[in-house]
C-alpha cells in the first residue's frame, strides 16, 4: 500500500503565494508520473499540473506562467508552487502518484479570499 499526504494549503489574499506538497509513504519502488489535480465546489476534478519520473511537466491552460511543479525523487515527494493566485483557483487540491497504481491525497483545501 502507499499513502499520500498534502500539506501546505489554506487561506491567501489574491496576488499570493502558497507552496503545497505531497510525500509518499508505504510500498514504493518506484513513482512515475506526479499530477496534482483541483476540484471546486458543484465541479470536477481537473489536472492542474503533471510531472514525469524525468523531469517533463505538463500544466493547464488555466495556470501557465502562475504555477509550476516539481518532484524529489529521493524523497518521495512532488511540490506545487502557486503565485499570483486568483479567487478562482480556490479548490481542494489533489495529489496523484502512479506508482505504478493510481494512488490518491486526502485533498488540501486552498482558499483565496481578500
Known amino acids: 500500500q502507499v499513502q499520500l499526504v498534502e500539506s501546505g494549503g489554506g487561506l491567501v489574499q489574491p496576488g499570493g503565494s502558497l507552496r503545497l506538497s505531497c510525500v509518499a509513504s508505504?510500498?514504493?519502488?518506484?513513482?512515475?508520473?506526479m499530477a496534482w489535480y483541483r476540484q471546486a465546489p458543484g465541479l470536477q476534478r481537473d489536472l492542474v499540473a503533471a510531472?514525469?519520473?524525468?523531469?517533463?511537466?505538463h500544466y493547464s491552460d488555466s495556470v501557465k506562467g502562475r504555477i509550476t511543479i516539481s518532484r524529489d525523487n529521493a524523497k518521495n515527494t512532488a511540490y506545487l508552487q502557486m503565485n499570483s493566485l486568483k479567487p478562482e483557483d480556490t479548490a481542494v487540491y489533489y495529489c496523484?502518484?502512479?506508482?505504478?497504481?493510481?494512488?490518491w491525497g486526502q485533498g488540501t483545501q486552498v482558499t483565496v479570499s481578500s
Open positions: 496523484k502518484f502512479d506508482a505504478p497504481y493510481a494512488y
Open positions: 508505504g510500498s514504493i519502488f518506484v513513482i512515475y508520473n
Open positions: 510531472i514525469t519520473r524525468g523531469g517533463s511537466t
